[in-house]
Every structure is written in structure tokens, then in C-alpha cells.
């Protein structure tokens, strides 16, 4: 074979077209998740015109919710759903940390290794279901055995001596907590596994003892996954609907006692977009959706920058 | 050249001052040597020589791996593959590779694995996809063994027999040129020795220019041997010849044993 | 001591959950008949009846969601694995992972701003839609993580072939990494089915039949809230129906993807 058909050979083939074609329908897609965003910003930003217009960041701290009057005012909602969602991270990080800790430090392999898909299973749940089972279940064993029981040990304080109702801020809150629990506690999870086991076994060596190992090992080495597990969490409760929507009270009302019926952002959306009347109200609804989701992004911001330090990083996809 | 008339013959490359770096890291210093068509050429050194470098700028490989870059000419007979007109693909069909760890395709069974660069070259030809893929498996010697498995899995062979399996993938493209990286560095005595008869068996049709660390294997397959020390070309001769007076110092130090 | 509390807390972890899943299958099942899958909801206050428009309109919703997220999720996943680069790659995760980070009303907020009003009505399509917003970051990161699992070496060995990048892409190094992308696609979907709150902004509920991707649809995950906030205890019943069937699917969704996972890493 000759030099020029050597030449002719190698050369580039005319038209990299499929090459091309193919990257750029590719990148398109890989964009898209920005090309949404950035979308959603707009349109709840635009949507949301008449309502910024009218009320401006006033609107968060106005205390009444009239629709009939056209006052909108979000304070309720933004209480409602802080409340529930502190209360949710307060009963739920404890035990998710103690549960992960169990299946690191303590549970047999096999244990280990049964427990770890039933929690991914349960976490699967919808969150209708659970809201059906707060609804029946959950509110009145809360009602009937436990917050009677609170109202005699604490009843001095404002928080448990209301009247209140059966559907309250603190279903809401346990209600959460239960479906934080799942994701708070397998990255805690992960993040005890991340923990070298040289620096357990020296500590070990030393003759601590479990829980010497978990407190002056584990938990520092994991402190910043930790954290970063928590603000997930309180993200997942920020966010969630259903379940609060079904327990709550959906009282646009503000009282510091727990045992109150309140509202929270997502739930009034929930609630009231499809019947709302007036364009001032849902304007007013998308500034509240536009909120949610701002609050929403900068705790998972948080977060994420935190488990991404300990886990050491972008492998490892966290939902 | 008409098809099938004339047995595929191998060609010769010219390496000229040939560099290659990973980002900052050089691991190829100027290296330029003649590989002669139809022969077996060994590349030796101790462990990050370069020489697996050495043999992935041939084929325009090296540039797959982010942050690479190369400087110097690669000529097939007399043509520049680094010439910005040239299709590195088209380069590998007529260079071809097999690596370190042999790497069947997971999802494709015996046939596919062999016929798939004829098929996403373009055959689709059912009954010339069978004759070639046939001929690659006699020529890489799996055919007896595979012939009534051919729709089996690759990944379920042993480690020698997936090796020659990738052999026969390289080869049913109909190279010019076959690129050897280690490839029995990953497996047992019987199937080196296999993988080296072929070696040798292969020359009548291509050029062939093995990897190895292991200088008998060098010694027992190639006529001509380079030495390579820290990206630079020590010294180049016929096998007999290098490993019987090198010429070279470092070469001598290397082949007796006294360092690496 | 500390054995104790943790092995407490795994208790008290799994006390909940496992409550959950007493209650749906004992009020479930009993209520569980051939009308739930048959028959039309009965007009208010009426008993009987069944939920067949409803589950007709989830596997309709669902579907519309798959067929618009799986497709482009998968894609974008691939463009994150083998095309972006490093920082591309970084940008790309994290812009997903903020998606992912939305909370699912505010998805169906959006759909109803730009769907719903623009068409006039609610409707079937802009529930499909509101659901791919939900999948579309799943999909798009458990790709991009299962095509990692693919060896660099089989993807050198396509390229030394002299196969172009993209067929390489697409014949090799994805078909290597189907299982894995297939589960993870399969988890999405069971992670969607359960989704409510965007469905009532976007399909809202129909009591009757509906076929039409353009008209509203009835779902049972919105039935079940419906029905649940109702005064009636025939509602309250169906509604715990419709949750046991529910989680069934989602259940067997995310058993499929291990089975899926399982059956392609277990053999060879």
C-alpha cells in the first residue's frame, strides 16, 4: 500500500457530525437540572409580582392572614413551620444518632446488614401514608397518653398549658421526626463508618471503653457529618408537606404553646392553592413557595458543604 | 492493496524526539527510535520507565487521559499520526492494543466482544462479521475452545483465556500494528506461555511491539529490544545482541539485575 | 450504659415505622376489595364504590413522569460521567443535587405557574411534569455514580479499537452499567409514585374516568389525603385501601431495583 493511500486512510473523516451531535444533546441534558432552577426562580419571582408589590419583605413579618380582606401576612406560617421542624430535629437527631451508633458500634453484622435495608424500605413511605397514620394513630396516642403526662410535669411553663386541640404543632413535629429519621440516620451512618478504625483500635488499646471510643473518637472525627445530617434533615422537614398538612391544624395562628393548632408554609400551599380566589392571594402563595424553596436552599447548602468535608466528597450522592 | 488477496502485512514506525507529560509530570524525554515492520520489538525498564507511555503515544492513547499532552512525531511508514489532519481513530484501527488487565466487554458475549469493532466500524454483514470473527479467535488460538460457547459471556472465561479473547478483539479489526502493555503481567505461568507463542506466531502478519517487565519474556519473544530508564531511551538493539553485550552501563546494571 | 441507649434508640427508631406498617396492612387489607380496583368512586356520602379511575390515573401520571425524566436523567447523568470533566462534572452534581433539594410543593407551584396556566385547567400532563421535576435529579445522580463503577479499562479498550467516543459511550461503556442504571431508575419512579403534594396543584383529582393527558386526573396518593380529611368513615376506610396499595407498589418498585442490582453483580 502506497503512502497516498496511507494518507487517505488516516485522514480525518469528513463531517465529526455524530460526535458533535451527540455531546451536545448530552450536555443539553446535563444542563437542564440549572435550565429548571433557574427557570423556577423566574417564574415564582414574576408570579409572585403582586404580592412583593403589595406587602415587600414586610409580608414575613405580617401576623394576620385574611383572604377574605386580601391581608396576607406570613408569620404564621413561617412560625408554624420553624416550630415544627426544631421540634422535628430535636426529637428525631437523637435517636437516629443513637440508632446509627448501634448499628456501627454495637449491632452484629448480621443485624447490621438486615437493619440497613429495612430503614431504606421504610424510608420509602410515602408521606400521605404516614400522614394517614398520624391522622388515626399518631394525634390521638399523642393526645390521650402523652401530652396530658407533659401537662402535669410542665405545665408551669407556657409552652405545655394551653387547652389547645388534638391537631397541634407538636404532631406536627413528631410527625417530622419520624420521617427524618431515616435520612438523618444513614448519613449518620456513613459518616461513623467514615471514622478510620486505627483511630477506634488505638483508642481501644488504650483501654477505653465503647463509649470513651464513641466520644473522644467517633464523634469528633465526625462532628462536622454530623451536623451536616442534621441541617439535611431540618431541610427534608422545612419542605414536607403531606404529613404536617394532615396533623397540624392548618391554623394560621401563632401561640408559643405546643399543644395549639398551627400552619405551616408548605401546608398552606397544600391547602389553599387550588381554592384560592383573588390574584393578591396567590401571588401571596408563590412568595411563600418562593421563600420555602430559598430557606430550603440555603440549609442544604449548608449541609451538603459539611457531610462533603468529612465523607471527602463529590462521590458520594446524598438524598 | 485489494481485500483478502495478500495477507495483512505489518508496517514500520519511525519515533522521532518523541516527549510525553501528565500534566506537569514528563514521562517521556525525547525518544526516538525505528521499529522495524513484521518483527517483534520488546519494550523494557523497571516500573515507571514510561514505557507503558511509550507505547500508548503510539497509538494516540495517551491523549485520552485528562491533563496529557505529547510533543514529537509518530511516522506509520512515512506518515505523521500526529498530523492534525489525521483521525486518531483511524489510527487505532490501524494500531491497535491490548492491555495490562484483559479487558473484555462486561455486557457482551464471546462473538460481540470479538465482532464489536467490526460492527461499530460499520459491518453489518452477519456472514462476514461470522468469517472474521472466526478468523480472529484461530488466530489469537481461543477458537477450540470457544467455538461452542460463542454466545457465552467474555467476562466468564479464566483470566488467560479473556486475555486472548482481547487479542482476537484487537486483531479481527486487521491491524498493522498490535500494541502489547503487559499483557501476561496479570496471569499464570501456562497462559503466558501461551500468549508468548502467539506473540511470536503473529509476527508473520503484523508488527508487534511488546511491554514487559520481565526481561526473559523479552528475551524469549522479540528480535529487538529498547531499554528505557526514566522517560529516556537507554538503549536499542536486536534482543541478542542487547542482552548479550550491551553496550550501555545502565543497561548492563539493569539486565544483571543490579537495580529495578 | 451507652449499649443501652443506643440499642434504646434503634428501638424507639424502628417502633414508629414498624407501627406504620401494622396499622396500613390490618385497616388495609379488610378493606382491600375487587370494587377498590373495579369500580368508580361513589357521589358523596354514598357507600361503596372503588378507586379504579385513581389508580388507572397514577400509573397514568407516573408513566408520563417516567418517559419524561428517565430519558434525559439517564442522559444527563452520562454527559456528567463521561463528557463534563472535573470542575464541569462538580458544577453539575452540585446543580442537581439543589434540585433535588426543592421541596416537591414548590415543584408543584412552578408546574402550575407555567402548565396549568397556560393550558387553562389542570390536567394529567402537568402531574407527569411535576413528577420528572422529582426524578430528574435522582436519575441524572445514581447514573452518573453506576457508570463510575465502570471500569477506566473497558472504556480504553473501546477507544483503542478505534471506536469513536460516542459510540464507545453508547454501546459499551452504558449497556456495562445497565443493571445498575436500571435500578436506580426504578427507585425514582417508587420515590415519585408516593408523591402527593405536587399532584394537587397540577393533576388535582377527577372523579371520573379520564384517558385524556389534558384533563385532570384523578391519583391515589391524592385520593388517599382526600379521603382521609373527610367527615366520612366509608372514605377513611378506601383510604387506607388505597395506602395499602399504594405502598405495595412502591414497595415492590424498590424491591425490583434490588432484585435488578442483584441479579446483575451476583453472577459473574
Redesign the interface.
Known sequence: ?G?E???R?????KGRG??SV??A???L??????L??L??VA??WR?SGPARGAFGLRFFWGRVWDPVHEVFGALPFVYGTIVTSVLAVLFGV??????A???V???PRRVRSL?T??????A??????????G????VPFLSSRVEPLLRRAFGFSPLFSCTGAQFNYLAGGVILS?MI??TV?SICREVFLAVPTELKEGAMALGA???DV?RMVTFPVARGGVIGAIFLGL?RA?????AV??VVGNRPEISACLFAPGYTA?AA??NE??EAAGDVHLAS??YL?LA??FV??LV??IA?LLVWKVTGG??R??? | MREGENPPLGRAIKVESLSAWFGELQALKGVSLYIEANQVTAIIGPSGCGKSTFVRCLNRMHEEVPGARVEGRVFLDGLDIYDPEVDPMEVRRVIGMVFQRPNPFPNMSIFDNVAAGLRLGGVRNRRVLEEEVEKALRMAGLWDEVKDRLHERGSLLSGGQQQRLCIARALAVKPEVLLLDEPASALDPASTLKIEDLVREMKKDLTVVIVTHNMQQAARVSDYTAFLLDGELVEYAPTKELFTRPKERRTEDYITGRFG | MFMVAASLAAVVALAPLLWVLVVLVMKGAPSLDLDFFTKLPKPLGVEGGGMANAVVGSLMVVGLGSAIALPLGVLGGVYTREYAGVWGARAVRLVSDVLAGVPSIVLGVFVWAVVVVAMRRFSALAGGLALALVMLPTVQRSTDEVLALVPQEVREGALALGIPKWKAVLWVVVPSAAGGILSGALLAVARAAGETAPLLLTALGNRFWNLRPDRPVATLPVMIFNYAISPYEDWHRQAWAAALVLVAGVLLLTLGARWVLRRKYGGS
Request: without cysteine; proline residues 6%; hydrophobic residues 60%.
Open positions: 500500500m503512502l493511500a496511507g494518507l486512510l488516516l485522514r480525518r473523516r455524530p460526535e451527540f455531546r444533546g448530552l450536555s441534558s446535563g444542563f437542564l437540572p440549572l429548571i432552577l427557570g423556577i417564574v415564582l408570579a437523637p435517636v437516629a444518632l443513637g440508632s451508633l448501634f448499628v458500634e454495637i449491632a437493619l435495608p429495612v430503614l431504606d424500605l421504610l420509602g413511605v410515602p408521606s400521605v401514608v404516614y400522614g394517614l397514620w391522622m388515626f394513630y399518631l419520624v429519621l431515616p440516620a471503653t465503647r463509649w464513641v431541610a422545612l419542605g414536607e408537606t403531606m398538612t394532615m408548605a400551599l397544600a392553592f387550588t402563595l408563590v413557595a420555602l424553596m430550603t436552599f442544604n447548602l451538603r463529590e462521590e450522592g446524598l438524598r
